[in-house]
């Protein structure tokens, strides 16, 4: 089956702290997509990596692509309340699917 | 340039009732996706379609579950006498290109809550 693995499943961490989330997949990824829900809401696209060893930055954002391509991690620098929300990573490799999800608070 | 609508966002239905969630993709997007999230679980595929055609349908339940993404006009998601278990967000997101290898970035509507009541 087609599976991504996140962890933790949830984080609760005072502001100003970093954090980190990761994703793993059994197999090797075409593209890794990182997305946040904050609830009751649609998932708004954060960052895709494609390539292996590939990172890429979005204001207080990192994520990494491993060079196997096979692991991800979202690193969240001095988070803030408004970085509360579920952060889902996602693949397609013929089917677009996503892992179960990492539900993050901060708190002020 | 607005995004990808769903509506309706809140619909509560009645065991036994059917329940129809719209979704129109964004302009130019001829690939449509819906996803089914249950509280407490990640979001789950369900269809793919492209205009016309129903591509990859295995997420689907087999049974009172049905989409279809006609020549004009929105996605429709249908569910047929509905369970209390069908009680979920129900997202749809639409992309340029078709599911597969480096599908690229999938775009969200807000999602459709049902409840069944």
């Known amino acids: 089956s087609q599976e991504l693995e996140q962890s933790p499943q949830s984080l609760i961490v005072q502001e100003g702290k970093n954090l980190t989330i990761n994703c793993t997949s059994s197999?090797?990824?075409?593209?890794l997509y990182w997305y946040k829900q904050k609830y009751g809401e649609g998932l708004i696209f954060l960052m895709m990596l494609q390539k292996g060893g590939e990172e890429k930055s979005h204001e207080k954002i990192t994520a990494k692509l491993d060079e196997k391509k096979q692991q991800s991690s979202l690193h969240i620098t001095a988070s803030q309340p408004s970085h509360a929300g579920i952060y889902l990573c996602g693949a397609d490799r013929n089917q677009f699917y996503f892992g179960t999800g990492t539900s993050l608070t901060v708190i002020p | 340039n607005a995004g990808v609508m769903q509506n309706p966002r809140h619909l509560v239905r009645r065991r036994g009732q059917e329940a129809r969630l719209r979704c129109s993709p964004m302009?130019?997007?001829?690939?449509v996706y819906w996803y089914r999230q249950l509280p407490e679980e990640g979001l789950k595929f369900m269809v793919y379609?492209?205009?016309?055609?129903?591509?990859?349908e295995s997420g689907m339940p087999k049974e009172r579950f049905s989409a279809e993404f006609p020549k004009e006009g929105p996605s429709i998601l249908r569910i047929q006498q509905v369970v209390r278990g069908d009680s979920a967000a129900y997202f749809c997101?639409?992309?340029?290109?078709?599911?597969?290898?480096?599908?690229?970035?999938?775009?969200f509507g807000e999602g459709s809550r049902l409840t069944v009541l």
């Open positions: 997101a639409s992309s340029p290109r078709g599911q597969g290898v480096n599908t690229g970035e999938l775009f």
């Open positions: 379609l492209q205009k016309e055609n129903i591509i990859d």
């Open positions: 197999k090797t990824l075409y593209g």
């Open positions: 302009k130019g997007h001829s690939h």
